[in-house]
């Protein structure tokens, strides 16, 4: 069983030590620790959390610091924990203590899926278009197109349309 710890590295307000919170984790035993860094305006804020949980496998255990490291909103939550159970791996936070495996995994599960059903879907995804200026200038400085999605949050797909619109047409 490989135990993984995930940490979010931000100032959430909440007075949390991110090193302090890793330490904890690799005390528990965690064999690896990941931490995830705010991401930039339009980017996914759970990158490291969503490549975890498409790598995690079954009988292996996800750490967390708090259960609101796993998604910005109930929904988020959620589905982490939904993932986590197709995948055939466990949950445990730390702070407050609780586990997906036993009586209170129960309980965590229909809290979680009770807060989901009433949150619209979407909550806590708030993209901001990528300005087409945007790509251009990104562009121009040599960036390909990958890295311009990545910076700007966006698909590559997005990325390609736009700089499609402002190049001169064929005649």
Same mark, same amino acid.
């Given at each position: 069983?490989?135990?993984?710890?995930?940490?979010?590295?931000?100032?959430?307000?909440?007075?949390?030590?991110?090193?302090?919170? @890793?330490?904890?984790?690799?005390?528990?035993?965690?064999?690896?620790?990941?931490? #995830? #860094?705010?991401?930039?305006?339009?980017?996914?804020?759970?990158?490291?959390?969503?490549? /975890?949980?498409?790598?995690?496998?079954?009988?292996? #255990?996800?750490?967390?610091? =708090?259960? #609101?490291?796993?998604?910005?909103?109930?929904?988020?939550?959620?589905?982490?924990?939904?993932?986590?159970? =197709?995948?055939?791996?466990?949950?445990?936070?730390?702070?407050?203590?609780?586990?997906?495996?036993?009586?209170?995994?129960?309980?965590?599960?229909?809290?979680?899926?009770?807060?989901?059903?009433?949150?619209?879907?979407?909550?806590?995804?708030?993209?901001?278009?990528?300005?087409?200026?945007? /790509?251009?200038?990104?562009? =121009?400085?040599? /960036?390909?197109?990958?890295?311009?999605?990545? =910076?700007?949050?966006?698909?590559?797909? @997005?990325?390609?349309?736009?700089?499609?619109?402002?190049?001169?047409?064929? @005649?």
């Amino acid at each position: 069983m490989l135990r993984i710890g995930y940490v979010r590295l931000q100032d959430d307000g909440s007075g949390a030590d991110p090193a302090a919170e @890793t330490a904890a984790l690799r005390a528990l035993g965690c064999h690896v620790v990941r931490a #995830e #860094e705010p991401a930039r305006p339009g980017g996914d804020d759970f990158a490291m959390l969503h490549s /975890i949980l498409e790598f995690i496998g079954g009988g292996d #255990e996800l750490v967390v610091g =708090r259960l #609101e490291h796993l998604g910005a909103s109930g929904r988020a939550m959620w589905e982490a924990l939904q993932a986590l159970e =197709r995948r055939g791996a466990a949950l445990r936070g730390v702070e407050p203590e609780l586990s997906r495996v036993g009586p209170g995994g129960l309980a965590l599960r229909a809290a979680l899926e009770a807060v989901a059903a009433v949150e619209p879907v979407g909550a806590g995804r708030h993209r901001r278009p990528a300005a087409a200026q945007d /790509i251009r200038a990104l562009q =121009r400085a040599g /960036i390909g197109p990958v890295e311009i999605a990545r =910076r700007l949050g966006v698909s590559r797909m @997005t990325v390609w349309r736009k700089l499609k619109a402002v190049e001169p047409c064929p @005649t």
